[in-house]
């Protein structure tokens, strides 16, 4: 839906201004007083990875006055596949930092504001307010509920999206747009997905250029929202398939029951993530790498079995596993095949689905199983380096 813009503009643009935007400011729609309003906004952007990475190079390009980022995590190089905003030299700097430094090389016009905390319920009332517009880039259920009641709470439009694999979503919520029209991502997504069902890029992957592709449509929907300009996603989930090609928008309407949002919560919690590693912690028997290897080398009779899908496997193994995946190793009929009396070692690439194996492996009486702390990640930091990441 169409709304009034957001930002109110600025005086007045400098010359060097005036050069930098004109490709801007010759389209009647934007023209000098759009500009100006997006110099005077301020946006802040949760995440500077592979979603946050084209948002905060388009919103600086196109010259939003403040950018905040909101990022705790450090530049990986399995990052590089997708967050063009860092490079090569940016391995082990925190993102925030990479991510501003990119922003002033590329507009120093753009005043940058680093919030290097993670967001958390006790800290995003002092950060979200503060701010014209939230885009929401990041890939966990917790932080999306806790973005979403913060923005509820403070009165603030955001616009989110998400990938995986080759799929994309974007929408813009706001609870307080005008007419009484306002949707929040508990419109969307009522409850949260329970914790297996919501697996991350790192473990599922994604099509790095998806983020582009998803990027562009947040950071298009910002400008909108900033300047007025056009119909906003504002009630409306983009659904894009990279793989066919095809964008579907689907109506979305208010939850026929909704949660009042009153305060902010534990959202670890609300998300089943901490039950889950809780009950990781207390019922699951895991082994170290180091103690892994000091078991094999000492000849004791196990099975290593790796539970990841064939895609990692063809990326790398331990010598000496045996490959059944999660989705075949939990069947009653393979786990028939399996010596109930045997040390069996499960891993994965970060011993969250190795732990899931085992607990239903346990259910049929499996009591001589572990699994490996970290998964294969684990091993190659602990153990063997010539091995690579993923």
């Known amino acids: 839906m169409q709304l009034l813009p957001l930002v109110h503009p600025s005086k007045d643009l400098s010359n060097d201004e005036i050069s930098r935007y004109s490709r801007h400011l010759l389209i009647p729609d934007v023209g000098l007083e759009g500009q100006k309003r997006l110099k005077n906004s301020r946006v802040l952007v949760i995440g500077a990875g592979g979603l946050g990475s084209p948002v905060l190079l388009?919103?600086?390009?196109?010259?939003?006055?403040t950018l905040g980022i909101t990022d705790f995590d450090i530049v990986d190089e399995s990052?590089?596949?997708?967050?063009?905003?860092?490079?090569q030299s940016d391995i082990g700097r925190f993102k925030s930092k990479s991510a501003k430094d990119a922003i002033n090389e590329l507009n120093p016009y753009v005043h940058v504001q680093l919030h290097t905390e993670r967001l958390e319920a006790n800290n995003a009332m002092g950060i979200i307010p503060g701010y014209d517009?939230?885009?929401?880039?990041?890939?966990?259920?917790?932080?999306?509920y806790l973005v979403n009641d913060a923005c509820v709470l403070a009165g603030k439009p955001y616009v989110w999206g998400s990938i995986f694999r080759f799929e994309g979503q974007a929408s813009v919520f706001w609870e307080d747009a005008p007419g009484g029209r306002g949707l929040n991502y508990r419109d969307l997504y009522p409850e949260p997905p329970p914790s297996e069902m919501a697996p991350s890029c790192a473990e599922g992957g994604v099509l790095g250029i998806l983020c582009a592709s998803i990027g562009a449509i947040m950071a298009t929907e910002a400008i909108k929202l900033i300047t007025g300009l056009g119909e906003t996603l504002l009630g409306r989930l983009a659904v894009y398939d990279a793989l066919d090609m095809t964008y579907r928008f689907i109506p979305l309407r208010r939850a026929p029951v909704r949660t009042s949002i009153t305060a902010l919560i534990d959202y670890q919690e609300f998300c089943g993530s901490r039950k889950l590693a809780t009950d990781n912690k207390t019922n699951v028997p895991v082994i170290s790498a180091l103690e892994l290897k000091q078991l094999r080398e000492s000849g004791m009779d196990m099975q290593l079995i790796d539970v990841r899908g064939?895609?990692?496997?063809?990326?790398?193994?331990?010598?000496?596993?045996?490959?059944?995946?999660k989705n075949k190793i939990m069947s009653e009929e393979n786990l028939s095949r399996l010596n109930k009396e045997d040390l069996i070692i499960l891993h994965c690439k970060m011993g969250i689905r190795s732990k899931d194996v085992l607990m239903?492996?346990?259910?049929h009486g499996f009591t001589n199983v572990k699994s490996l702390d970290g998964g294969i990640l684990a091993w190659i930091r602990d153990v063997d380096r010539s091995l690579p990441g993923y």
């Open 79 to 87: 990052n590089l596949q997708r967050q063009i905003i860092h490079g």
């Open 133 to 144: 517009l939230i885009i929401d880039g990041t890939d966990n259920f917790a932080t999306r």
């Open 360 to 363: 239903e492996m346990q259910k």
């Open 310 to 325: 064939i895609e990692e496997w063809n990326i790398v193994r331990i010598e000496g596993a045996s490959h059944i995946p």
């Open 58 to 65: 388009y919103l600086a390009a196109a010259g939003v006055g």
